[in-house]
């Protein structure tokens, strides 16, 4: 059927995970910021998702290209986002204990093993 590599169905799951993200800050930042330690502000939130869908347009390009090295910089940058944005949640939910804190280490952890994963691979 499909011959994806790691890198590729890596990509392809930030890709997904990028676009809800985006979507929930866009249709729900007030119920969002309510499991948050950060509080409610509409303009940041949707600053997030339009960053979101900018990384959304990186992943498409890099999933679309034949050219490897494309791929490998937007998994090497994806990579240190979401150790960053982990580490970030972790740091709000030491200091208060939140849902969206609590969401975000799980998901940036999953994603940072899953595209070490990929990147070891290629």
């Known amino acids: 059927m499909w011959d994806m590599k790691p890198l590729d169905i890596a990509l392809a799951c930030w890709l997904v995970a990028c676009l809800i993200a985006a979507l ?66 972790l740091a709000a939910a030491l200091r208060v204990p939140a849902l969206t804190h609590t969401v975000g280490v799980a998901a940036n952890g999953l994603g940072l093993a899953l595209m070490v994963w990929a990147l070891l691979a290629s």
């Open 24 to 89: 929930l800050q866009l249709a729900a930042p007030a119920r969002i910021a309510s499991k948050s330690a950060w509080g409610n502000a509409p303009g940041w939130q949707r600053e997030i998702a339009l960053w979101n869908f900018a990384l959304c347009v990186g992943i498409v390009y890099a999933l679309a290209s034949p050219d490897a090295l494309g791929k490998l910089l937007m998994g090497r940058i994806i990579t240190i986002l979401s150790l960053l944005f982990g580490l970030n949640h």
